[in-house]
């Protein structure tokens, strides 16, 4: 399957429906998330984010993970 981030609702319902690919889907999403990630990290914090060695990137990936985890397509609300 071809990630594509501008999709991540319909990766997930995918990775709920074929628990066999789930694990290379989710770490593909967050891949292709992570770049968003440091950005916003970098936005809240104000200062730069260190690939190799920084916690707050690691807080950041472990939310992002939590957030595939708990998503619901229910509780969506749209504007």
């Known amino acids: 399957m071809h990630i594509q981030p501008d999709k991540p609702e319909k990766i997930i319902e995918y990775m709920r429906k074929n628990e066999g690919e789930s694990d290379f889907l989710k770490n593909a999403l967050i891949e292709s998330y992570t770049p968003f990630i440091i950005g916003q990290i ?3 914090t104000g200062r730069y ?3 190799e060695n920084d916690e707050m990137l ?3 990936l472990i939310a992002f993970n939590e957030a ?6 229910e509780k969506i609300h749209r504007l």
């Open 42 to 44: 970098a936005k809240v």
């Open 58 to 60: 690691s807080i950041g």
């Open 49 to 51: 984010v260190e690939i």
């Open 68 to 73: 595939i985890a708990r998503y619901n397509p």
